[in-house]
């Protein structure tokens, strides 16, 4: 499906490929810390959640922190879908949904 162009433009996932992320969006939510939340301790996550076989080997993209404390990480579960888990310092919580690939073909990035 084509993306919309804009400021954070994506590609739509096909609702097979949405039905997949979820699934694994559900196993990686959980999973992810919620003190001294960076992104070494993500990546930590992402590494056990692979070695544990509970989430394919090559899915995790990475994860960037913002210098307000936030941080972004994503796993590509399909040539244009992505998880995206986003936490949120302020207020101390993980929003994890299930989107498409940039334009670009990025993952973890999103605007703030």
Do not use: H, M
């Not at 919620?34 to 899915?59: H, I, K, Q, Y």
């Not at 994860?63 to 949120?88: E, K, M, R």
């Not at 310092?89 to 990025?106: C, L, N, P, Q």
């Amino acid at each position: 499906r084509p993306p919309v162009y804009g400021g954070d433009s994506r590609y739509l996932p096909c609702d097979d490929e949405r039905r997949i992320a979820e699934q694994l969006a559900a196993t990686i939510s959980p999973a992810l810390p919620t003190e001294n939340v960076t992104t070494s301790s993500v990546e930590a996550v992402a590494l056990a959640l692979e070695t544990d076989g509970r989430v394919p080997s090559g899915f995790y993209e990475g994860s960037y922190a913002y210098p307000n404390g936030d941080v972004v990480a994503g796993w590509s579960t399909a040539p244009i879908t992505c998880i995206l888990a986003i936490w949120a310092d302020e207020a101390g919580t993980w929003e994890v949904r299930v989107t498409g690939k940039t334009i670009d073909g990025g993952c973890v990035y999103i605007a703030r």
